[in-house]
């Protein structure tokens, strides 16, 4: 148990369905972010959020929408997806300091079809 | 650009054998490192981190020193575990919210 709850684990989804993955953090920490796991890529930054506010975008479709309501839940909005967005993708927390570590979810797998 | 480079492996080893997984970094400054292990069916978990040059970290029998000459952060272990299979991470943090992943070191352990 990490203080990092992602759901759901595993989602299979269509090209056209619109689904959501959630993650919540209960360590009190200001920053979450969204990262992706793909087989033989570098894990990949996806979104930061600070305190409600988005500070990092990292070039990513707009396909994938970002949410984060309170410091505590984070949201990723899917829509339109296509086969390559396949992947695990991890939700983090930190307290932002100068070496402040991140705390991770255990992954939503995601499949598109 | 900032970067981290350490092997992709496979590397396997037998139960007992000694563990040594190199990690290099290209960074501006002196940033924090961090080993992360990715069991599998799991997320990343810290391993064991550094925050300044000749700091050791240490964690679960995993040492790694942070070695500023060489831009390194080797990890080590005397004697590892079939517990012990799973891939890790080097991880430089190179801004507030930045940290540097690559794509991770396969560990097998055979009993």
């Known amino acids: 148990e990490t203080g990092v709850t992602q759901t759901p684990r595993h989602l299979v989804m269509g090209m056209t369905n619109k689904k959501s993955l959630k993650c919540e953090q209960h360590?009190?920490?200001?920053?979450m972010y969204w990262y992706k796991q793909s087989a033989k890529k570098p894990l990949e930054l996806m979104f930061v959020y600070n305190f409600k506010e988005q500070t990092e975008n990292n070039s990513v479709p707009s396909r994938f929408s970002p949410e984060c309501p309170n410091s505590s839940h984070l949201f990723l909005h899917l829509h339109t997806l296509q086969p390559e967005d396949s992947a695990l993708y991890l939700c983090a927390s930190s307290q932002v300091t100068s070496s402040g570590e991140l705390f991770f979810g255990e992954g939503s797998r995601l499949t598109v079809l | 650009g900032d970067s981290v480079t350490q092997m992709e492996g496979p590397v396997t080893l037998s139960e007992e054998a000694f563990l040594t997984i190199n990690c290099t970094y290209t960074a501006t400054g002196y940033p924090s490192l961090f080993w992360y292990v990715q069991y599998p069916g799991e997320g990343l978990q810290l391993l064991l981190k550094?925050?300044?040059?000749?700091d050791k970290g240490s964690n679960k029998g995993f040492e790694a020193t942070y070695r500023k000459e060489t831009t390194s952060f080797h990890l080590e272990k005397g004697s590892v575990q079939v517990s012990d299979s799973a891939v890790y991470f080097c991880a430089p943090q190179t801004g507030t919210y930045k940290y540097i992943f690559g794509t991770g070191t396969r560990l097998k352990v055979l009993a």
């Open positions: 360590l009190g920490h200001n920053a």
């Open positions: 550094a925050t300044k040059a000749d």
